[in-house]
């Protein structure tokens, strides 16, 4: 059962920067896609940006040029960085990895955002 722990998670004024990190208990290697997620209330849970075992990277148009995804594979990290945040980028934001082949995935606990305005 692979395990992620996130943090960094916390409130910012809008303009500030966090920057999530997400451990994962394997090496990351071993994952076709990483990514972060997040779930604003009410709302339904959404990609932000995903990086492939090769270093592809993939954002959402709302995040593009303010938000950087990255690997660490010595760490077995994953990480966003969030620059100019937004009031909107409030959310509980989700590390999730998989492998594909045999499909599976892994989802961490979720560490919540909020920003200010």
């Known amino acids: 059962q692979v395990q992620l722990l996130e943090s960094g998670g916390g409130l910012v004024q809008a303009g500030g920067s966090l920057r999530l990190s997400c451990v994962a208990s394997?090496?990351?290697?071993?994952?076709?896609?990483m990514g972060w997620y997040r779930q604003a209330p009410g709302k339904q849970r959404d990609l932000v940006a995903s990086?492939?075992?090769?270093?592809?990277?993939n954002y959402a148009d709302s995040v593009k040029g303010r938000f950087t995804i990255s690997g660490d594979f010595a760490k077995n990290t994953i990480n966003l960085q969030m620059d100019s945040l937004k009031p909107e980028d409030t959310a509980v934001y989700y590390c999730?990895?998989?492998?594909?082949?045999?499909?599976?995935?892994?989802w961490g606990q979720g560490t919540h955002v909020t920003v200010s305005s």
């Open positions: 990086i492939t075992n090769s270093g592809r990277t």
């Open positions: 999730n990895v998989n492998r594909l082949g045999v499909w599976r995935e892994w």
């Open positions: 394997e090496s990351i290697y071993s994952f076709n896609n």
